[in-house]
């Protein structure tokens, strides 16, 4: 049987007071986004500047890493670096001279700074200018910090995207940016429903490849595709480029909100959208009832990590028929979530920030069904008897657009089907 998504609540959690903490929080810090920003930027290279540990992160973080090896590297801080900061700066710049002679495939190269080297404040800005003065035009060196003192770890990516938009080449023509760096099935699969819908001047955000032509100007609207991206959107903003406030296009409902509103932005009829969409509309509503059937009525708690929360408890809820207990997320930025927290009925605590202990104890008295948390987290539930669901696989998996909306519902019922699985076994 197919779902449909139920009218929009009079009541949606726009104005719901939020639980806000600031205590200790449990979550990988910013460098993880390399994981899926380097398949995704097939000519990048991304130098971590750091220290061992980070490049352990880095190599041990996800598995398929060792074959990415040629694309990111991390040059070692070593403690006596933070004697001679001024040697640390030179040295830095003759690796990555020493990078780009070797490997001549670099188009655009970021310094990524870390704890270690915000703490012994190395200049990566400076060290990028310069390196740009000296390898450009071939070569863009650009920086962020993955710092997990300031960044969780989507943060990587939305810090890595807002240090590419200052550089983009100014244009005034019409266009659209979609903004995100998707697995390119689905970047596919929405570049050809938006060229149906009939928007065809379309620019992605991180491009392939660095000789992509992505401009950015007045006549520029975006959409993004991951709610994660706050940073971005400002840097956007100043560039004069407009966002177009969407649901994101997780499941079937956010899907069709998120394409309705990039065709009215481009003055595009609905009807026209909707004879485009209807086939795979009715596809999506039977992939994810497959899969919602084990879902519906069943509890779920998030605790704050990937800052896609809101959107999936939007989905989860909706599409799925399950109940939100709490809906934790390290930030809150209306102008992007605004549109989801609407759909989003009334009831879930909604808490920004983390205080792990606090949140644990509101989580083990509610006892979910389903809990959604990061890795240090869900060893310890699991092993109270609680199923839970890894964040970190739903920025690894293709999960956006129509032909995604079953998997993702998926990924939330398989930790039930296991634990119902793993019952049985006990049984016999
Ligand atoms: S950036 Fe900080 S939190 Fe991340 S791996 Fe390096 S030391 Fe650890």
């Known amino acids: 049987m197919t779902r449909h998504s139920p009218p929009p609540p009079t009541m949606g959690c726009s104005d719901a007071p939020v639980l806000k903490e600031r205590g200790q929080h449990e979550v990988f810090c910013g460098l993880t986004g390399i994981i899926w920003l380097h398949r995704k930027m097939q000519d990048a290279f991304f130098l971590v500047v750091g220290s061992r540990t980070c490049a352990h992160l880095l190599q041990s973080a996800a598995g398929v890493m060792i074959f990415a090896e040629p694309r990111f590297g991390t040059a070692i801080l070593e403690e006596s670096d933070l004697a001679g900061l001024a040697d640390a700066q030179d040295e830095l710049e003759r690796e990555v001279d020493r990078l780009l002679a070797r490997r001549t495939d670099i188009r655009q190269l970021f310094l990524v700074g870390s704890c270690p080297s915000e703490v012994i404040k190395l200049d990566l800005s400076r060290?990028?200018?310069?390196?740009?003065?000296?390898?450009?035009?071939?070569?863009?060196?650009?920086?962020?910090?993955?710092?997990?003192?300031?960044?969780?770890?989507?943060?990587?990516?939305d810090a890595c995207l807002a240090a590419m938009v200052p550089a983009l080449p100014a244009t005034d023509q019409r266009q659209l940016m979609m903004v995100g760096a998707l697995p390119d099935v689905a970047e596919d699969q929405a570049l050809d429903l938006l060229g149906r819908i009939?928007?065809?001047?379309?620019?992605?955000?991180?491009?392939?490849?660095?000789?992509?032509?992505?401009?950015?100007?007045?006549?520029?609207?975006?959409?993004?595709?991951?709610?994660?991206l706050g940073g971005t959107h400002s840097a956007l903003e100043r560039r004069g480029a407009r966002h177009i406030p969407a649901p994101f296009p997780l499941g079937e409902e956010g899907t069709t909100a998120w394409l309705r509103a990039v065709a009215r932005d481009f003055g595009i009829d609905q009807a026209r959208v909707d004879a485009v969409i209807d086939a795979p509309r009715a596809r999506a509503r039977k992939a994810v009832a497959k899969a919602a059937d084990s879902l519906a009525g069943k509890t779920v708690f998030f605790f704050p990590d990937s800052q896609m929360e809101i959107p999936l408890a939007r989905f989860l809820t909706r599409e799925c028929g399950m109940e939100a207990v709490e809906v934790g997320t390290p930030y809150i930025h209306k102008a992007l979530v605004a549109p989801d927290l609407e759909l989003l009925a009334e009831g879930p605590v909604i808490s920004e920030g983390q205080d792990v202990e606090k949140q644990l104890d509101r989580c083990r008295t509610a006892r979910p069904d389903l809990t959604v948390c990061g890795l240090g987290l869900a060893n310890p539930l699991e092993s109270e008897g609680m199923t839970t669901k890894w964040a970190i696989e739903l920025v690894f998996t293709p999960v956006h657009f129509y032909e995604q909306a079953g998997d993702l519902a998926g990924l939330f019922s398989r930790p039930l089907h296991r634990r119902d699985r793993l019952k049985l076994e006990a049984a016999e």
């Open 198 to 228: 009939g928007i065809d001047n379309i620019t992605v955000l991180p491009a392939r490849h660095a000789d992509a032509r992505v401009g950015v100007g007045p006549n520029t609207s975006f959409a993004l595709t991951q709610p994660f």
């Open 127 to 157: 060290a990028a200018e310069r390196l740009s003065a000296r390898h450009g035009p071939k070569v863009r060196v650009l920086n962020y910090s993955g710092s997990g003192i300031e960044t969780t770890f989507t943060e990587g990516e």
